[in-house]
């Protein structure tokens, strides 16, 4: 299934840094759907992330084979000295290996779940001259936003005005600061630690 903005090619359009996007050109836009939105993505269940950690194939074939082992011990004369507790080792394997991939799916369910909180918010932008407050999703391509400290990037933007320190952990772990000059891109998912400036919509929604 195509994503909503796949293949699709907008209009190139002269946008005035002071006045942002005209009547005419809005218009534009909305005729061609160049709004902000993304394909929703529903996250999996604790529970989900819990079941599919424990018992996936091969730790269920573990489990089975642990199964037979006590069996035996419990049946077999002497076999708990051919089996000793020792023999169970693989099952902390599959505990470790387990919490990791737990760990690791719930830290990109609070990834998601904080990228989420974008869409929701609202952001100042440059119509025909005024600014005007809008959700993230009624943002358009080409549109010119008033960023400022705690914003967070609610799509790949290009800087166009003073120097601006943003934070881009969320997407690549770093967790230091890195300035963006003017023409330099600002990431959908970063956010502003310090600063003010104006930036041009890039990239929208899954572009």
Do not use: W
């Amino acid at each position: 299934m195509k994503s909503p903005n796949e293949h699709i090619k907008y209009s190139s359009l002269e946008v005035d840094e002071k006045v942002g996007l005209t009547t005419d050109q809005l218009e534009i836009r909305r005729n061609e759907k160049a709004y902000n939105r993304s394909k929703k993505y529903k996250g999996r269940s604790h529970i989900a992330i819990f079941v599919s950690s424990f018992f996936n194939l091969f730790n269920v074939i573990l489990y089975i084979t642990a199964a037979i082992m006590m069996i035996c011990q419990l049946t077999i004369e002497d076999a708990i000295n051919e089996l000793p507790i020792t023999k169970y080792g693989f099952l902390a394997v599959i505990l470790y290996n387990a919490i990791a991939s737990i760990i690791s799916q719930e830290f990109s369910k609070y990834t998601i779940s904080k990228m989420k909180l974008i869409s929701d918010s609202s952001y100042e932008v440059l119509r025909d001259g005024k600014y005007e407050t809008v959700k993230s999703n009624d943002i358009l391509l080409s549109d010119i936003i008033k960023l400022k400290s705690g914003d967070q990037i609610p799509c790949d933007l290009v800087n166009l005005g003073d120097e601006l320190a943003v934070n881009e952990s969320m997407l690549t772990g770093e967790s230091d600061n890195i300035i963006k000059k003017k023409g330099d891109m600002i990431l959908s998912g970063s956010y502003v630690v310090f600063g003010s400036a104006l930036a041009r919509v890039e990239r929208i929604g899954n572009d």
